[in-house]
């Protein structure tokens, strides 16, 4: 089981800058670790992923503008988000991704954390 807690949320003004945090309550070492985000209406997307290995994957929308990165040591997860648009208004979760004995991925969810960008 792991718990996750997301911080660093807020408002701030079109072009600005935020950084998120997600601790986890165990080791992320061999977890995929990833941020989503879900605007009122619409369904939860993807916005960035870092595998175990250190993979990046990004959300087009976010891409040259996010950088997610980890922290394996201190079981910590990180978006640093710049040049930040008002469509970037959403909340955003982190998610763990664990692959399971009996095979698939067991996905684990944080409470969410407000971003609102003003224009």
């Known amino acids: 089981q792991v718990q996750l807690v997301e911080s660093g949320g807020g408002l701030v003004q079109a072009g600005g800058s935020l950084k998120l945090s997600c601790a986890a309550s165990?080791?992320?070492?061999?977890?995929?670790m990833g941020w989503y985000r879900q605007s009122p209406g619409n369904q939860r997307d993807l916005v960035a992923i870092?595998?175990?290995?250190?993979?990046?994957t990004y959300a087009d929308s976010v891409k040259g503008r996010f950088t997610i990165s980890r922290d394996n040591a201190k079981n910590m997860v990180y978006l640093q988000m710049n040049s930040l648009k008002p469509e970037d208004t959403a909340v955003y979760y982190c998610?763990?991704?664990?692959?399971?004995?009996?095979?698939?991925?067991?996905?684990?969810w944080g409470q969410g954390t407000q971003v609102t960008i003003s224009s």
């Open positions: 998610n763990a991704r664990r692959l399971r004995l009996e095979g698939g991925f067991k996905y684990y």
């Open positions: 165990g080791s992320i070492l061999s977890t995929d």
């Open positions: 870092i595998r175990s290995g250190g993979l990046t």
